[in-house]
């Protein structure tokens, strides 16, 4: 039992690694050289990262639901925000629409940004078709 815990410690696992596990999230994030303060700035910024979201949920044939929002400030403090769809979706427009629309709901007054992110999950069929076989109720 000592021997385990210690290979732990020390980052020592020899499980197999498992290389074809269902595909739960995609997403791309980039940390900037210097601190973004402006939303023009911080919109340009999205726009790259939902153009390289959107390249590699085509490529891997893969339409998500939710889109998160990563955002670290230059104090380090991070901060997520999310949205979900009803139908999956894998196209620019609305990727890059969403995440400005997530950051524009943030606190960015007199705040600099040090890291932008953008994640897609959920991936998989519509809402609307597994809500017609399950017991939750609607709200609307």
């Known amino acids: 039992?000592?021997?385990?815990?210690?290979?732990?410690?020390?980052?020592?696992?020899?499980?197999?690694?498992?290389?074809?596990?269902?595909t739960k999230s995609l997403s791309a994030e980039d940390t900037f050289?210097?601190?973004?303060?402006?939303?023009?700035?911080?919109?340009?910024?999205?726009?790259k990262l939902a153009k390289i979201v959107c390249n590699r949920l085509q490529h891997y044939r893969l339409k998500g639901r939710t889109i998160t929002l990563k955002i670290k400030y230059?104090?380090?403090?991070q901060v997520t925000r999310s949205k979900s769809f009803a139908e999956p979706l894998d196209d620019f427009d609305t990727i890059s629409s969403t995440s400005k629309s997530l950051l524009g709901v943030t606190d960015l007054?007199?705040?600099?940004?040090?890291l932008l992110g953008i994640n897609i999950s959920n991936?998989?069929?519509?809402?609307t078709s597994e809500n017609k076989h399950?017991?939750?109720?609607?709200l609307f």
């Open 1 to 22: 039992m000592g021997r385990f815990y210690y290979n732990i410690a020390r980052g020592i696992d020899n499980r197999p690694v498992e290389a074809n596990q269902e």
């Open 33 to 47: 050289p210097y601190d973004l303060t402006n939303a023009s700035e911080m919109n340009n910024q999205l726009d």
């Open 74 to 77: 230059s104090d380090f403090k």
């Open 109 to 114: 007054k007199d705040k600099k940004i040090r």
């Open 123 to 127: 991936f998989g069929s519509s809402n």
């Open 134 to 138: 399950s017991n939750q109720l609607e």
